[in-house]
C-alpha cells in the first residue's frame, strides 16, 4: 500500500508520542534500525485487540514468529520475530495500515533493542510443578462413547446451565454459588461405569500415584469462545488429586499462581490432566474466553481454531479441613482467619494484656540485652530532625532510639513498667501510658516514632487509633515515622535479619520445595502459634519468646512466653493511615522485614 509523504509523517509523530509514554511505563529502548522486537505502540489487552486476532494478521506477512506478549491492562504489546528481517517485512506491511487499533484504528508500530524479561511467554513448554498430563489417555472410541452418554436435553433443571457454558454432574451436584457440594444429598446418577477402564489404566500407569476413585463428576460442554474463569477447586471439599479428561478438542488452559507466574498449558484433546500437590492447591486454573488459541508449533507460534469440547471432571469428596501451603487460595484457611478474627475483636483488651503486656513486664530484662543497635533507618530519622523539636517515642522499649539525638528533646512513653524501668535506670525520660490514649495535648509534639509497636494491637480499629493518636499529638506539619512486622519477611529478596538468624534457612536450598507450614493451632489458645526464623503463615499469631525462669533460679527450665502479632501485608500499613484524616503518607518502604511509613500531619 501506498502511503503519502504527509501521512507517513503524522504516523511518525504518533509514533514518538506513544514511544514517550510507553518508556516511561517500561523504560523500553527504543530503536530506529529494525531489530527482531517490535512494539505495538497503541493497541493490546485494554484497547480490546486479541492476540489471536493479531496472530493472523502478522503470520500472514511472517512465516515464523517467535512470542508475543500482552501486558495485562496495557495499550500496547510486543512481538518478537527470528531475525530483524522478518520483523522488517511486518512491520513495512503492517506498520500504519493493519486496522486493528481501537475503533479501527491502523497500529503503530516501533522496534525497540530488547523485550521486558516478562514477555518471556512460554506458550505450552513449562507446566506448574505437581501437574501431570497424560496425552492420549483415552482412544477415539472411548472419545466418542463418553460424549455420547452424555444427554444434554435429559434435564433442564436449575444451574444445569451456567451463564457461559453448560454442565451436568453425576454422583454429587456441584453448587456454583458456594463452591460446595451438598454430601447429605447423592443424585442418583452416578458416575457411569464406563470410566472404571480409566481407573485400571490409571493405576497401572502410576502405581505410586495416591488418588481416590472418584465419587464426583462434572462435565462442561464448551462452544468455541466459551471458557471459565481462572478457580482453584475448593479445598476443603475435594481430595488430591483434581483429574480432568478433555474431549472433542484440544485447548490452552491458563494456570496461575499468587506471585504472578502465568503458565499456559495445551490440553490436547484426549489427555488426562491431573493435578496434584502445588498444582492443585497453589494455582488457579481457568480458560480464556475465545474462539482460537496461541499455540507453540515447531519453534514458531501459531494459531489454533477451538472446536466443541467436553470435559469431564472428576473428584473426590473430602470432609474436613485443608492443611495446604497456600493460604490465600485455602478456603480453610479463609474460614480460620475470619474466625480468629472475630474472636480478637471479642478479646482484644484481653489478647493485649496477656500476649503483650504481661510478657514484656516478664521478659523485659533478657528483651533489653537482645535490642542494642537501631535501625539505620530510623536512626537517620531522628538525625533530620531540627535541634530543640521535641521528639515523642511512642512505645520506647528500653529506649534505644531516645540517646541518639541529644539535640532535640527526647520523650518515651511506654505500658510496660519493666521496660520503663530500663528507660529510667538509663536516664530518659519518659511516662507509662497505653498508645491508645497518650497523655499528651493535641499538637504539641513536632515528631513521633513508633517502632514496632502497633503490631501488637489485636484488631484494626485499635491500631488505627494508635496512629490516629500520633497524629492529635504531632503539631501541623509534624512527621512520625511508624515500623511494623511485615508478614513478607523476604518483600525485598533479601532475608530479613529475623529469617537469617534461622540456621535452616541458611542452607542452600533444594529446588523448589515448599516449605512446612509449621504454623499450628494450639488447643487452648484461639491464635496459631508461629514456629520463630521461619515465613509468617498467618497475619493473626503468637510468637514464642524463650527465657529461662529468674524467678527459679538460672539453671531453671526455659518458660516460654507467647507475644501476640499481626503481621502487615504489603500497602496495608499505607492504607490505614490513609483512612486516618489530618495526614498525609509522605514515604513508604520496606526495611529488613518491616513495612514502614512516614507520615505528615497536615497543616
Ligand atoms: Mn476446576
Ligand atoms: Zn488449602
Keep these: 500500500m501506498n502511503i503519502s509523504k504527509n501521512a507517513e509523517r503524522k504516523i511518525q509523530r504518533k509514533i514518538k508520542r506513544c514511544q514517550v509514554l510507553i518508556a516511561k511505563e517500561t523504560k523500553l529502548q527504543f530503536s530506529e534500525v529494525p531489530t527482531e522486537n517490535v512494539v505495538i505502540c497503541n493497541a493490546g489487552l485494554s484497547t480490546g485487540l486479541q492476540q489471536e486476532v493479531l496472530l493472523e494478521e502478522v503470520l500472514r506477512h511472517a512465516h515464523s514468529l517467535e512470542n508475543v506478549f500482552f501486558p495485562p491492562g496495557k495499550s500496547y504489546c510486543y512481538l518478537r520475530f527470528e531475525s530483524a528481517e522478518i520483523a522488517r517485512t511486518v512491520c513495512e506491511r503492517m506498520n500504519g495500515v493493519a486496522p486493528l487499533g481501537q475503533d479501527g484504528c491502523v497500529l503503530l508500530m516501533s522496534y525497540c533493542i530488547s523485550l521486558p524479561e516478562k ?43 451456567l451463564k457461559h457454558r453448560r454442565v451436568k ?139 466443541i469440547r467436553v470435559s469431564f471432571t472428576f473428584r473426590k469428596l473430602q ?10 487460595l485455602c478456603d480453610t484457611h479463609q474460614r480460620d482467619t475470619e474466625h480468629r478474627k472475630d474472636l480478637l475483636k471479642e478479646n482484644a483488651a484481653q489478647v ?28 537517620a530519622f531522628l538525625k533530620s530532625l531540627e535541634p530543640g523539636c521535641i521528639l515523642l517515642d511512642v512505645g520506647c522499649g528500653n529506649g534505644k532510639y531516645l540517646g541518639l539525638n541529644s539535640s532535640i528533646v527526647n520523650l518515651g512513653c511506654d ?70 512486622w511485615a508478614k513478607n519477611q523476604e ?43 521461619t515465613q509468617f503463615q498467618h497475619q493473626d499469631l503468637l510468637v514464642p519468646w524463650k527465657l529461662r525462669n529468674v524467678e527459679c533460679s538460672e539453671a531453671g527450665p526455659k518458660v516460654t512466653f507467647l507475644r501476640y502479632y499481626h503481621v502487615f501485608n504489603e500497602h496495608e500499613l499505607q492504607e ?6 489530618e495526614i498525609l503518607v509522605e514515604d513508604s518502604y520496606y526495611d529488613q522485614g518491616n513495612w514502614c511509613v512516614v507520615f505528615k500531619k497536615i497543616a
Excluded at 352 to 379: C, D, G, Q
Excluded at 505 to 533: A, C, F, Q, V, Y
Aim: aromatic letters at 8%; one cysteine or more.
Design 119 to 161: 514477555g518471556n511467554n512460554t506458550f505450552g513448554g513449562r507446566t506448574p510443578p505437581g501437574l501431570i498430563l497424560v496425552p492420549d489417555f483415552v482412544n477415539e472410541k472411548l472419545e466418542s462413547a463418553l460424549q455420547d452418554l452424555v444427554d444434554w436435553e435429559e434435564d433442564m433443571e436449575i444451574g444445569s446451565n
Design 169 to 307: 454432574h453425576y454422583g454429587y451436584e456441584f453448587l456454583y454459588g458456594t463452591n460446595n457440594v451438598d454430601r447429605n444429598k447423592p443424585l442418583d446418577r452416578k458416575i457411569p461405569s464406563i470410566c472404571e477402564s480409566m481407573w485400571e489404566k490409571l493405576r497401572h500407569m502410576y502405581p505410586t500415584l495416591d488418588w481416590h476413585v472418584p465419587d464426583q463428576l462434572t462435565v462442561n460442554y464448551y462452544e468455541p469462545g466459551q471458557g471459565i474463569p481462572p478457580h482453584v477447586d475448593t479445598h476443603s471439599v475435594f481430595k488430591d488429586p483434581i483429574i480432568s479428561l478433555s474431549l472433542g478438542s484440544d485447548v490452552i488452559m491458563d494456570f496461575r499462581d499468587v506471585k504472578g507466574n502465568h503458565l499456559n498449558v495445551d490440553l490436547p484433546r484426549r489427555s488426562l490432566l491431573i493435578m496434584t500437590g502445588e498444582s492443585r492447591y497453589g494455582w488457579t486454573h481457568g480458560i480464556t474466553p475465545r474462539k482460537m488459541d496461541t499455540v507453540r508449533c515447531n519453534n514458531s507460534l501459531t494459531i489454533r481454531k477451538r472446536k
Design 319 to 328: 470432609d474436613g479441613p485443608c492443611h495446604c501451603q497456600f493460604s490465600s
Design 352 to 379: 493485649e494484656l496477656e500476649n503483650v503486656h504481661n510478657v514484656y513486664n516478664h521478659i523485659a530484662k533478657h528483651f533489653n540485652k537482645t535490642r542494642h543497635s537501631p535501625w539505620p533507618r530510623v536512626e
Design 415 to 484: 505500658r510496660s513498667d519493666g521496660l520503663l524501668k530500663v528507660c529510667t535506670d538509663r536516664g530518659f525520660s519518659v511516662v507509662q501510658c497505653d498508645c491508645l490514649a497518650l497523655p499528651f495535648r493535641s499538637a504539641s509534639v513536632d515528631a513521633c516514632i513508633s517502632i514496632a509497636v502497633i503490631h501488637h494491637l489485636a484488631t484494626e480499629t485499635r491500631r488505627m487509633q494508635a496512629v490516629a493518636e500520633m497524629a492529635r499529638v504531632l503539631r501541623p506539619g509534624g512527621r512520625a515515622l511508624v515500623y511494623v
Design 491 to 533: 518483600a525485598d529478596e533479601k532475608k530479613s535479619s529475623y529469617l537469617r538468624q534461622n540456621k535452616q534457612n541458611n542452607k542452600p536450598r533444594k529446588g523448589n520445595k515448599i516449605e512446612k507450614d509449621t504454623t499450628e493451632m494450639d488447643g487452648e489458645t484461639i491464635l496459631p502459634i508461629h514456629t520463630n526464623r
Design 576 to 581: 490505614m493511615c490513609g483512612k486516618i484524616g
